[in-house]
């Protein structure tokens, strides 16, 4: 059973960093290429940052270029993301997600708050 669950989220202030992790089971963590994405209030679900399986080339939305940075530990089944200067427009529950079996699977989520 594919499993996923995020940490790391909490209340910071603008302009602070925050590292969020996400640990995963039940799948070959090394074949996968995994991504965040992020759901604020009132908002569609949206992709933040990918990193790749074996190449670990990495991918990000605009918003997340320059500020995060996506990794992942094959070692330990699990993946990253370094969020640094934050804005109160990154206030959102942020998700580790990954497609196995032509299926959709993500975790519970850690919520992010950050305050101005």
């Known amino acids: 059973e594919v499993q996923l669950v995020e940490s790391g989220g909490d209340l910071v202030q603008s302009g602070e960093s925050l590292k969020l992790s996400c640990v995963a089971s039940?799948?070959?963590?090394?074949?996968?290429?995994m991504r965040w994405v992020r759901q604020a209030p009132g908002k569609e679900l949206e992709w933040v940052a990918t990193?790749?399986?074996?190449?670990?080339?990495?991918f990000y939305e605009d918003f997340a270029k320059g500020r995060f940075a996506v990794s992942r530990d094959d070692a330990k089944n699990t993946m990253y993301l370094q969020m640094n200067n934050l804005k109160p427009e990154d206030t959102a529950k942020y998700y580790c997600?990954?497609?196995?079996?032509?299926?959709?699977?993500w975790g519970p989520g850690t919520q992010v708050t950050v305050s101005s």
């Open positions: 997600a990954v497609r196995v079996n032509d299926r959709g699977f």
């Open positions: 039940g799948f070959t963590f090394t074949e996968y290429n």
């Open positions: 990193v790749d399986a074996g190449t670990y080339k990495t």
